[in-house]
Protein backbone atom coordinates (compact mmCIF):
# COMPACT_ATOMS: atom_id res chain seq x y z
CA UNK A 1 0.00 0.00 0.00
CA UNK A 2 1.33 3.50 -1.21
CA UNK A 3 1.37 5.84 1.63
CA UNK A 4 0.48 9.41 0.82
CA UNK A 5 2.38 11.77 2.12
CA UNK A 6 -0.56 14.89 2.13
CA UNK A 7 -2.54 12.54 4.16
CA UNK A 8 0.43 11.55 6.83
CA UNK A 9 1.05 15.06 7.49
CA UNK A 10 -2.68 16.27 7.40
CA UNK A 11 -3.27 13.43 10.53
CA UNK A 12 -0.44 14.08 11.96
CA UNK A 13 -1.20 18.11 12.43
CA UNK A 14 -4.53 17.02 13.43
CA UNK A 15 -3.38 15.02 15.76
CA UNK A 16 -0.85 17.61 17.35
CA UNK A 17 -4.24 19.79 17.72
CA UNK A 18 -5.34 16.95 19.98
CA UNK A 19 -8.04 14.51 17.65
CA UNK A 20 -8.07 12.14 15.33
CA UNK A 21 -8.28 11.56 11.85
CA UNK A 22 -11.67 9.43 10.53
CA UNK A 23 -10.91 9.34 7.22
CA UNK A 24 -10.31 12.10 4.04
CA UNK A 25 -11.43 12.48 0.85
CA UNK A 26 -10.00 13.56 -1.97
CA UNK A 27 -12.60 15.21 -4.71
CA UNK A 28 -13.18 18.04 -7.68
CA UNK A 29 -10.48 18.78 -9.74
CA UNK A 30 -6.83 19.61 -10.39
CA UNK A 31 -7.57 22.79 -10.91
CA UNK A 32 -9.91 23.15 -7.57
CA UNK A 33 -9.04 20.28 -5.72
CA UNK A 34 -11.29 19.40 -2.84
CA UNK A 35 -10.14 17.63 0.29
CA UNK A 36 -13.10 16.53 3.20
CA UNK A 37 -12.06 15.73 6.42
CA UNK A 38 -13.81 14.16 9.52
CA UNK A 39 -12.27 14.34 12.61
CA UNK A 40 -12.96 13.15 15.93
CA UNK A 41 -11.87 12.62 19.50
CA UNK A 42 -9.29 10.50 20.63
CA UNK A 43 -10.08 6.86 21.85
CA UNK A 44 -10.19 8.01 25.41
CA UNK A 45 -12.60 10.40 24.66
CA UNK A 46 -16.46 8.93 23.16
CA UNK A 47 -18.71 10.64 25.07
CA UNK A 48 -17.10 14.17 24.01
CA UNK A 49 -18.73 15.35 20.68
CA UNK A 50 -16.53 17.25 18.07
CA UNK A 51 -17.99 20.67 18.10
CA UNK A 52 -17.96 23.32 15.23
CA UNK A 53 -15.44 25.42 17.16
CA UNK A 54 -12.97 22.46 16.74
CA UNK A 55 -13.70 21.90 13.11
CA UNK A 56 -13.21 25.71 12.50
CA UNK A 57 -9.82 25.60 14.70
CA UNK A 58 -8.41 22.54 12.61
CA UNK A 59 -9.68 23.98 9.30
CA UNK A 60 -7.37 26.67 10.06
CA UNK A 61 -4.19 24.97 11.41
CA UNK A 62 -4.36 23.08 7.93
CA UNK A 63 -4.96 26.30 6.07
CA UNK A 64 -1.45 27.66 7.04
CA UNK A 65 -0.19 23.96 6.70
CA UNK A 66 -1.70 23.52 2.93
CA UNK A 67 -1.09 26.83 1.88
CA UNK A 68 2.64 25.88 2.09
CA UNK A 69 2.06 23.02 -0.66
CA UNK A 70 3.06 23.62 -4.01
CA UNK A 71 1.39 20.64 -5.16
CA UNK A 72 -1.76 22.10 -3.94
CA UNK A 73 -3.99 24.46 -6.40
CA UNK A 74 -4.23 27.75 -4.51
CA UNK A 75 -7.95 27.65 -4.72
CA UNK A 76 -8.26 23.89 -2.74
CA UNK A 77 -11.90 23.90 -0.58
CA UNK A 78 -10.82 22.32 2.52
CA UNK A 79 -14.12 20.84 4.46
CA UNK A 80 -13.61 20.12 8.36
CA UNK A 81 -16.44 18.41 9.61
CA UNK A 82 -17.50 15.78 12.57
CA UNK A 83 -17.89 11.91 12.05
CA UNK A 84 -21.70 12.29 12.78
CA UNK A 85 -23.97 10.17 14.81
CA UNK A 86 -23.12 7.25 12.61
CA UNK A 87 -19.40 7.12 12.59
CA UNK A 88 -17.36 5.46 9.73
CA UNK A 89 -15.02 2.75 10.95
CA UNK A 90 -11.85 3.00 8.83
CA UNK A 91 -9.14 2.16 10.55
CA UNK A 92 -8.10 -1.19 12.57
CA UNK A 93 -8.39 0.91 15.99
CA UNK A 94 -12.04 1.97 14.94
CA UNK A 95 -12.83 -1.80 15.14
CA UNK A 96 -11.44 -2.36 18.48
CA UNK A 97 -12.63 0.97 20.04
CA UNK A 98 -16.34 0.44 18.99
CA UNK A 99 -16.54 -3.40 19.62
CA UNK A 100 -20.06 -4.15 21.41
CA UNK A 101 -21.63 -1.07 18.92
CA UNK A 102 -24.04 -1.65 16.71
CA UNK A 103 -22.85 -1.26 13.22
CA UNK A 104 -23.96 -1.53 9.59
CA UNK A 105 -21.28 -3.19 7.03
CA UNK A 106 -22.24 -2.44 2.99
CA UNK A 107 -21.05 -4.88 0.87
CA UNK A 108 -19.11 -4.73 -2.28
CA UNK A 109 -21.38 -5.99 -5.39
CA UNK A 110 -21.53 -9.79 -5.62
CA UNK A 111 -19.86 -10.67 -1.93
CA UNK A 112 -22.67 -11.81 -0.11
CA UNK A 113 -25.47 -12.94 -3.32
CA UNK A 114 -29.29 -11.52 -2.12
CA UNK A 115 -27.91 -8.96 0.01
CA UNK A 116 -26.02 -5.56 0.32
CA UNK A 117 -25.52 -4.81 3.98
CA UNK A 118 -26.00 -6.42 7.24
CA UNK A 119 -26.22 -4.52 10.53
CA UNK A 120 -25.29 -6.27 13.93
CA UNK A 121 -23.13 -5.59 16.79
CA UNK A 122 -19.40 -5.69 16.16
CA UNK A 123 -17.35 -8.28 18.11
CA UNK A 124 -14.26 -7.05 16.57
CA UNK A 125 -11.52 -7.31 13.83
CA UNK A 126 -9.32 -10.52 13.39
CA UNK A 127 -6.56 -11.33 11.89
CA UNK A 128 -7.12 -14.37 9.61
CA UNK A 129 -4.69 -16.00 6.62
CA UNK A 130 -6.27 -13.94 3.82
CA UNK A 131 -6.49 -10.66 5.61
CA UNK A 132 -8.44 -8.97 8.53
CA UNK A 133 -11.97 -10.35 8.88
CA UNK A 134 -14.74 -8.11 10.49
CA UNK A 135 -16.83 -9.87 13.55
CA UNK A 136 -20.57 -9.12 14.31
CA UNK A 137 -23.62 -11.02 15.55
CA UNK A 138 -26.61 -10.45 13.43
CA UNK A 139 -30.13 -9.44 15.64
CA UNK A 140 -30.79 -13.51 15.18
CA UNK A 141 -27.57 -14.31 17.29
CA UNK A 142 -25.47 -15.90 14.05
CA UNK A 143 -22.36 -14.80 14.23
CA UNK A 144 -20.71 -13.74 10.65
CA UNK A 145 -17.24 -13.17 9.63
CA UNK A 146 -16.67 -10.34 6.76
CA UNK A 147 -13.26 -10.27 5.18
CA UNK A 148 -12.61 -6.73 5.36
CA UNK A 149 -11.93 -6.28 1.39
CA UNK A 150 -15.69 -7.08 0.78
CA UNK A 151 -16.91 -4.51 2.98
CA UNK A 152 -17.48 -1.04 0.83
CA UNK A 153 -18.24 1.01 3.96
CA UNK A 154 -18.78 0.22 7.31
CA UNK A 155 -20.60 2.94 10.00
CA UNK A 156 -22.14 2.97 13.46
CA UNK A 157 -26.16 2.62 13.41
CA UNK A 158 -27.93 5.54 15.13
CA UNK A 159 -31.74 4.13 16.44
CA UNK A 160 -33.23 7.96 16.41
CA UNK A 161 -34.76 7.78 20.09
CA UNK A 162 -32.23 5.14 21.44
CA UNK A 163 -30.49 6.23 24.31
CA UNK A 164 -27.06 4.49 24.97
CA UNK A 165 -25.71 3.41 21.87
Known amino acids: MMVDPLSLQIESEVERLGFELVDMERAGSRARPVLRLRIDRPAGEPEMAVTLEDCVRVSRSLEAVLD ?12 VSSPGVERPLVKKRDFERFAG ?12 PGTSRVEGELIGIEETADGESIRLRTADDEVLSVPREQAR ?3 LVFRWGERGR
Open 153 to 155: KVH
Open 101 to 112: REVAVHLKHGAR
Open 68 to 79: ERPDLAPRYVLE
